[in-house]
């Protein structure tokens, strides 16, 4: 249990690098997403009857899955129509948060670091990002990203164990499936 209640300034490298910003986004994601995917597989593979070496090649499968849907996510936010999504473009950055394309942004345009540190709420702030997001590789970045963990995701299916079951076989294509949608979605 760490004391994360402290509201004093940050002795830690106030200046962190942009990569452990990305570093600390992921591990976020982790928690947020991930972490459901991930132990949702374990899961089902442990009630399955299935061997506990099995169990982590799954919980890699889901957890690489569901990395790689919310960078994804990220990158919508960005480029998706908001008809199809279903909410409004750039909502993240108008609700204060951070995600990979403007973390990636900031590499290049250091400015972004007062603007993500104040949440993006003074006027101007969202479209002056929103601007800089696109001047910069950013959304290519993130979108490598999110190919990155849909490649991990389906080099940990290939590792499951052979089996003799066409059911768990059509089961193995509908997880590739599922998988490249994550990515290749537009909503």
């Not at 990395?67 to 473009?89: C, E, H, I, M, N």
């Not at 990002?129 to 940990?156: Q, T, Y």
């Amino acid at each position: 249990s760490s004391s994360s209640s402290s509201s004093s300034s940050s002795s830690s490298s106030s200046s962190s690098s942009p990569s452990s910003s990305i570093e600390r986004y992921i591990e976020k994601s982790y928690y947020k997403t991930a972490s459901l995917i991930g132990n949702s597989a374990k899961a089902v593979v442990l009630l399955g009857g299935h061997s506990s070496e099995t169990s982590e090649i799954a919980e890699r499968f889901g957890r690489h899955l569901g990395l790689a849907f919310q960078f994804r996510d990220d990158v919508l936010d960005y480029v998706g129509d908001s008809s199809l999504l279903g909410k409004p473009t750039l909502g993240d950055l108008r609700e204060g948060i951070a995600t990979a394309p403007v973390l990636f942004a900031a590499e290049k345009f250091p400015e972004l670091h007062s603007l993500i540190k104040r949440r993006f709420k003074e006027i101007g702030d969202v479209e002056r990002a929103a601007k800089l997001v696109f001047e910069s590789d950013g959304i290519e970045m993130a979108s490598n990203l999110a190919n990155e963990h849909r490649n991990l995701a389906l080099d940990a299916l290939e590792e499951l164990p052979d089996i003799d079951c066409e059911f768990a076989n059509t089961c193995r294509a509908a997880l590739r499936e599922i998988t490249n949608r994550a990515v290749d979605r537009k909503k």
